[in-house]
């Protein structure tokens, strides 16, 4: 029996190349779009006299950006093929009506801020994603800080590929999901109207994700929604001025390679001197809080025993 939205038929392989075809490049569309609106932020920043931008971390954002472009296009084809595996297997399987786009995208957003979570709760998930914390400046090109192995991540959203939307529908969601990010990186549009500030992932509620102050850590991990923040209590309001980076700041700001693997080289060095397998296990999973808490008592510690040998 074949239902009007569910029971599509399976997609052959031999079609990948024409459901590629058929994904509109959204965030490639996007693109001069969104440097023309940085460039406009970056003029008013100077006139104005604003210290929102700094020019080695700039240049860090526009090359981790330009990485993360070539990495995704990659990628791309690989990706599908798994979408299309996944939606292959399941029999509830969806037929390409965009109207699907809501609610995909509503349950896509609800794994995104679980993802999202779990990379500021796991060191080995923090690794993919402290390129986006890294920068000190919050402007329009902290949005193009993602990661080149944040791809990783899609073993968050498979549930919903199991849901049985239409590839096409998964693809599209991605795209628009990280297009709304885009303008959340900005200081320029303060607190919106307070139904705004309730539903959606505002500037405001963004920027108190990207503080480094004990209120601010850890919170507003919603990156199209912000109610899922106040349903699991991880909601902060944006009171005082933030203050922008993580708790340890890197030194080579415009160095693309070190902005993405510095946290993967500094977790392979703890492991390779951790001893006993629970500490090895510890430095690649645990929270990257009490592992930056350790290794300062551990500072401290040794500090003291060189005190006292001399």
């Not at 860090?60 to 297997?89: D, F, H, M, Q, R």
């Not at 920068?135 to 919903?160: A, C, D, M």
């Not at 629970?278 to 929270?287: A, V």
Request: aromatic fraction near 18%; charged fraction near 20%; hydrophobic fraction near 45%.
């Amino acid at each position: 029996m074949h239902f009007p939205l569910f029971g599509a038929a399976p997609i052959p392989f031999d079609d990948l190349h024409t459901i590629e075809k058929n994904i509109p490049n959204i965030i490639l569309w996007a693109v001069p779009v969104m440097l023309f609106f940085t460039v406009i932020e970056m003029v008013v920043t100077y006139y104005q006299e604003k210290e929102f931008y700094e020019k080695k971390e700039t240049i860090g954002s526009i090359l981790v950006g330009l990485g993360n472009l070539v990495v995704t296009a990659g990628l791309k084809v690989g990706l599908l093929y798994l979408c299309i595996w996944v939606y292959n297997l399941i029999p509830w399987r969806m037929e390409l009506q965009w109207w699907t786009l809501i609610p995909c995208y509503v349950i896509y957003d609800f794994f995104s801020y679980w993802a999202h979570r779990v990379s500021h709760e796991q060191r080995f998930w923090w690794a993919t994603h402290v390129v986006h914390h890294s920068g000190e400046h919050y402007n329009l090109t902290v949005s193009y800080r993602l990661s080149w192995i944040q791809h990783l991540k899609i073993i968050f959203f498979l549930p919903v590929a199991f849901m049985g939307f239409h590839p096409i529908i998964f693809f599209v969601t991605n795209q628009i999901a990280v297009l709304f990010q885009f303008w959340v990186h900005t200081e320029y549009i303060r607190r919106l109207p307070a139904w705004v500030e309730y539903i959606f992932a505002t500037p405001s509620n963004h920027r108190v994700h990207h503080g480094t102050q004990d209120q601010y850590i850890d919170k507003n991990f919603g990156a199209t929604f912000i109610f899922w923040d106040r349903i699991f209590g991880t909601f902060e309001p944006e009171i005082e001025p933030v203050t922008y980076g993580i708790t340890t700041n890197i030194p080579n700001k415009a160095n693309p390679i070190f902005i993405n693997f510095h946290e993967l080289t500094d977790m392979a060095r703890d492991v390779k001197q951790a001893k006993g397998l629970r500490k090895k296990l510890f430095y690649i999973f645990g929270s990257p809080i009490k592992i930056a808490e350790e290794k300062k008592q551990q500072e401290i510690r040794e500090a003291v025993d060189s005190e006292v040998a001399v």
